[in-house]
């Protein structure tokens, strides 16, 4: 079956310092990925949706500035938390849609999610 | 813009008992629907989905959904439920009008299975 990972599984970083979150699609090509994150006990919000080789599609009130996506190949998207603070302390978790040809463009592939804790 | 509405918060049951976790979805296009699993610090597991046909959906674990348009909802089931089934349960759709592209979650069901 499909498989994306996430790296780190979790980081804990001082407050000011920037940390970059790796998903990759370790068996299909995804042109698509998403990124959300979710705190305590509640449910997951998506803050952008990662498209390979161009720029990253933001939610509202998701700042782009702060939250820099990447997505340079078909299996890896990163998430870099710039400047983080507490207030970012989160569970983010990324998915990946399979874009080959006998793809379910349908489903989403999740990740196990990165936690962050930012002191 | 479509919403989800899990109304049970948490849902606690004994072992080998039936449950039902309820899902209302509002929205004014066609929509995809899925239910997801999550354990503790991990990521989404693909329960079922209903994209289109047979409104009764079977999907892994002995779960199955029903779809009702009517009644815009789309509860998950289970006859007898074990003690691993105790996780996080979310419901999620996505619209015709993003391309089926973006998922948006409810608030998520807390099943507690006590022996």
């Known amino acids: 079956g499909a498989v994306v990972s996430q790296h780190p599984s979790w980081v804990i970083c001082k407050s000011g310092t920037s940390v970059k979150i790796e998903c990759r699609s370790l068996d299909f090509q995804a042109t698509t990925m998403f990124w959300y994150r979710q705190f305590p006990k509640q449910s997951l919000m998506l803050m952008a949706t990662?498209?390979?080789?161009?720029?990253?599609?933001?939610e509202q009130g998701v700042e782009k500035d702060k939250f820099l996506i990447n997505h340079a190949s078909l299996t890896l998207s990163t998430l870099t938390v710039t400047s983080a603070h507490p207030e970012d302390s989160s569970f983010y978790i990324c998915?990946?849609?399979?874009?080959?040809?006998?793809?379910?463009?349908?489903?989403?592939?999740f990740g196990p999610g990165t936690r962050l804790t930012v002191l | 813009a479509q919403s989800v509405t899990q109304l049970d918060s948490q849902v606690p049951v004994f072992e080998e008992a039936p449950v039902e976790l309820r899902c209302n979805y509002s929205s004014s296009v066609s929509v995809y629907l899925f239910w997801y699993v999550q354990y503790p610090n991990q990521g989404l597991q693909l329960l079922l989905k209903y994209l289109s046909g047979s409104t009764l959906v079977k999907g892994i674990n002995g779960f199955e959904a029903e779809f009702n348009k009517s009644q815009t909802s789309f509860h998950l089931r289970k006859p007898s439920v074990h003690i691993s089934d105790t996780a996080e349960y979310f419901c999620?759709?996505?619209?015709?009008?993003?391309?089926?592209?973006?998922?948006?979650f409810g608030t998520g069901t807390r099943l507690l299975v006590s022996p």
């Open positions: 998915s990946a849609r399979d874009s080959s040809a006998g793809g379910i463009r349908n489903e989403q592939f």
């Open positions: 999620a759709v996505s619209e015709e009008n993003t391309g089926f592209q973006k998922l948006v």
């Open positions: 990662s498209n390979e080789g161009s720029k990253a599609t933001y």
